[in-house]
């Protein structure tokens, strides 16, 4: 049965029977009683079960080398999980193992770096004791033998918590555990993508499921419409991190709820409404339960807004606060990071099926359900939005590169609407990747010997960096080469899929045994065939593709990998064209599909081929990180200005695709963009790659990817995306929440009734005069006299300010407080200042009138603005 043996586990529960119901493959009848047995190691290879079981093992390469020796084809073929290989070795084998000195001396090498790993004290801030950050996420993108993830949310949260878990952040990890995860791709004979889904074997991954002391699954319970779900938490040790994965597949759920986590983006909303539901609030059951107690959470897209509501039902309920009080501790102990600036991609449910799960709750919170719905509503649609909520609730807000907070504050302007454009409080922290993860093993060698083994932990430290510079760059091409080679036996093996598959025929590139040429430049492109990222942009002019492929002195190669979403049928078609392509020029052995685009196929990618190529329509991509991880790795990036490749001096290592950028019309942008892709490989690319010394090596060549190494592997590892996290984000969010819940919550409710006042006093308030001075000849250096006067009514004057509010280049501004001068018997406030003029165009000035102590989420609403002149 061998590599059938995975269809025939069944999910197991400690009360013995289950359900049997099986989706694809065969149906069974009979009823089984299952159990499970675990695999007996010489007890001098116990530290083999123990490392099996952390994550850390796939990261690092002394760890993979180490499992790797057991068993070299048959880690292979267990997708390069430890746990999986430890269940399958026989016995015998594992007791020529535990005999062989060498192989003890290496596990014990690799056990006591382990140990140190998890001991490594992380001393850049001095961390409160009772810091922590909860992460929650929709889906984790960890290892290959992990597959609940579908593309790049997924690896960056994995990278996320990696990274956290490196630097020794004490930060938890929540998600869903699904049972069949996303689908499998294979291409049929005809060129067209099918999709299997595959049920996951917890018991051979690194996946442990919560129990009691009696060795019983520990299983919870929440409340929707009155009726239970239950829950099972599944842990999941990322190095010193912990990632809680939730599952609804136990016998105790009735049918319907037994399979609310069997997929990964499921289109029925209801079970996604139930999804996110169980992310939120089963994250917050794991936390009271286990007695963590964040002082920072952090939403990772909206799919994890509803823990908002599951934390004002706490606070209203337990802690006994109004809904104001309990909004600003929720806003300023939150962050959420939002990841589409597609429309569309932005998750939306109709209001009336939130109402219908989720009212109790509601109610629970104080509130009727229109009322909080308002929080959500996006505008026109009246839908319940999860990021809208999000950013209603959350004081820290983010986009994933410079450029998407530029378009998502575009995008969602409206939530802020007495805030110019400039103003509006969504920050950029852009996206890195977790280098350990995806470096090259022969670069990773090279890094230990010239960079030192520091940049483990201290990837976001210059000078470390500085050190790549003196890699010889023999030593870069032979390491970069070494890895090429081992691309390509990659891509002309059949693929796992393929083997466990009864009937051949499938089309696949590794059907040509001399599939890509070693000595020959290859681009790589592997990305989701989604409409906006352009797979097929290269077949615009098919004839000069062609001529690149089969150029006599420069010939260029293609390797593509990608999956379709199911339901989208352009993006099927992509690949069908690509495909068809290859097929009917007989180019099929420099221009390959690769099925199956996973994180195993990405390392195998992102560090083998030469270029990688990225051409999506700007600005759709919020930040793309399949070219950091190619970047880090050497690997020069041919891409379009988009995301977060203008982060990077570009021309320096990569090459920029702009020339379509300001084209409205799609067509002629489509095929700008195509011509300028072609030029760059043709003229630029193709000759520096061809172009060797004496000794075979590409000089040129070699010192763009140097400086693609240096410039990418600082600037966009997840090491320093979190140092950004943490003094932008988690440290002011977890000193704030801890100032404003002292003492029984006693600052926050000062402030509150501070701004009770202010509230009191809103609405009279307005401006009833305002005069501005511009001297005859102005020039840079002048000064703008102002003079404004507001109707204050009983309230105070030290409970606001007024400002002239100038804007003098694009997109910048300054705010200049004016002096209070005096107040009138009518109660009007007199107010005086002056803007010095900076610069020289056109320029706008306005005054404004906001709250002044009152720097809290619900008072953000309150501006009153007056045009000046
Ligand atoms: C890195 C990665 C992604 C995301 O890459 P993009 O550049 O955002 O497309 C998607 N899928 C896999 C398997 C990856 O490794």
């Not at 083999?48 to 850390?56: G, H, K, M, P, R």
């Not at 959350?394 to 110019?420: D, Q, T």
Request: with cysteine.
């Amino acid at each position: 049965m061998g590599e059938f043996n995975d269809h025939m586990h069944f999910v197991l529960t400690r009360m013995g029977r289950c359900d049997l119901d099986k989706k694809g493959g065969f149906s069974m009848k009979a009823i089984f009683h299952n159990f499970y047995v675990k695999p007996k190691l010489p007890e001098q290879l116990a530290p083999l079960v123990e490392l099996a079981q952390n994550i850390w093992s796939t990261w690092d390469k002394n760890a993979q080398q180490l499992f790797s020796r057991i068993d070299p084809v048959a880690f292979r073929k267990y997708d390069h999980n430890p746990v999986r290989l430890l269940h399958n070795t026989d016995l015998e084998r594992l007791q020529e193992l535990a005999m062989d000195n060498g192989f003890i001396y290496e596990m014990s090498q690799v056990f006591e770096k382990f140990r140190n790993y998890l001991n490594f004290v992380y001393r850049d801030h001095d961390l409160d004791r009772d810091f922590s950050i909860a992460y929650l996420s929709m889906e984790y993108g960890l290892h290959e033998s992990l597959p609940v993830y579908s593309g790049g949310l997924g690896i960056l949260s994995g990278d996320h918590l990696k990274s956290a878990s490196d630097m020794g952040l004490p930060l938890t990890g929540f998600g869903l555990l699904y049972r069949y995860g996303y689908f499998l791709q294979k291409i049929n004979r005809d060129g067209r993508q099918e999709e299997y889904y595959h049920e996951n074997d917890w018991f051979s991954k690194a996946v442990t499921v919560l129990s009691d002391e009696d060795g019983r699954d520990l299983v919870f319970k929440l409340m929707v419409r009155n009726q239970p779900l239950f829950f099972k938490v599944y842990k999941v040790e990322v190095g010193r991190v912990m990632l809680y994965l939730m599952s609804t597949a136990i016998e105790e759920n009735t049918e319907e709820y037994r399979h609310i986590t069997d997929y990964l983006y499921v289109a029925d909303r209801t079970t996604r409404l139930l999804q996110e539901f169980l992310l939120a609030f089963g994250a917050f059951e794991i936390t009271r339960i286990l007695g963590l107690k964040p002082s920072v959470y952090h939403l990772n897209e909206g799919h994890s807004a509803f823990l908002i509501l599951r934390r004002l039902v706490h606070y209203v309920t337990v802690e006994g606060l109004n809904i104001d009080e309990a909004r600003e501790l929720i806003a300023c102990s939150s962050v959420f990071t939002t990841h589409t600036p597609v429309p569309a991609g932005n998750e939306e449910f109709e209001s009336e099926l939130v109402r219908y799960y989720l009212d109790d709750y509601v109610a629970q919170a104080g509130m009727n359900f229109d009322q909080f719905a308002q929080y959500a509503n996006p505008g026109e649609s009246g839908h319940f939005s999860m990021p809208v909520l999000a950013m209603r609730f959350c004081s820290h807000i983010n986009a994933v590169s410079r450029i998407h907070s530029e378009v998502a504050r575009g995008m969602w302007y409206k939530l802020f609407p007495e805030l110019y454009s400039g103003e509006i409080p969504i920050h950029s922290v852009t996206n890195g990747v977790h280098l350990n993860s995806w470096i090259s093993r022969p670069l990773a060698d090279l890094f230990d010997r010239y960079v030192g083994p520091e940049y483990l932990h201290l990837a976001q430290v210059r000078s470390m960096w500085e050190n790549v510079k003196s890699i010889p760059d023999q030593e870069i091409w032979k390491a970069h080469q070494n890895r090429k080679e081992q691309m390509i036996s990659f891509l002309r093996r059949p693929s796992p899929l393929e083997r466990r598959q009864e009937t051949g025929g499938y089309w696949r590139a590794g059907h040509n045994n001399h599939a890509i040429n070693h000595d020959h430049l290859v681009i790589g492109f592997a990305r989701r065939f989604a409409s906006y990222k352009r797979p097929t942009l290269l077949l615009h002019n098919p004839e000069r593709l062609l001529r690149l492929l089969t150029d006599e002195e420069r010939p260029i190669q293609f390797v593509f990998a990608g999956k379709a979403h199911p339901a989208d049928d352009r993006g099927k078609q992509f690949i069908f064209e690509l495909l068809k392509f290859a097929r009917e020029n007989k180019v099929e052995d420099r221009f390959v599909f690769l099925e199956n685009y996973d994180i195993n196929v990405a390392r195998h990618l992102v560090q083998g081929v030469d270029v990688w190529l990225n051409n999506p329509i700007s600005p759709l991509e919020a930040s793309g990180t399949s070219g950091m991880k190619a970047g880090m790795n050497g690997v020069l990036n041919l891409s379009v200005l988009d995301g977060w490749w203008p982060e990077c001096e570009t021309t320096r290592h990569g090459w920029a695709v702009s020339a379509g950028m300001y084209q409205s019309d799609p067509e002629l942008r489509d095929a700008m963009d195509a011509d300028e892709i072609y030029e760059l490989l043709e003229n630029d690319i193709a000759p520096l790659f061809y172009q060797r010394g004496q000794d075979g090596i590409p000089m040129e060549w070699v010192a763009r990817m140097k400086r693609s190494i240096y410039d990418v592997g600082l600037n966009f590892n997840t090491h320093r995306m979190l140092h950004d996290y943490l003094e932008e984000f988690y440290l002011p969010a977890a000193e704030r929440y801890k100032l404003l819940s002292r003492n029984k919550n006693k600052r926050l409710k000062e402030l509150l009734e501070g701004c009770q006042g202010v509230k009191k006093a809103w609405d009279a308030i307005k401006f009833v005069g305002q005069s501005m001075e511009i001297p005859p000849d102005l020039t840079r250096g002048s000064t703008v006299r102002i003079k404004a006067d507001v109707f204050l009514d009983n309230a105070s004057e030290q409970l606001f300010r007024v400002e002239a509010f100038y804007i003098y280049k694009e997109k910048q501004f300054r705010n200049v407080p004016l002096t209070f001068i005096r107040k009138t018997p009518d109660r009007v406030a007199h107010y005086e200042g002056e803007v010095l003029v900076d610069g020289s165009g056109e320029q706008s000035l306005a005054i404004r009138i906001k709250p002044l102590s009152c720097e809290s989420k619900v008072m953000g609403d309150f501006v009153k603005w007056c045009l000046l002149g």
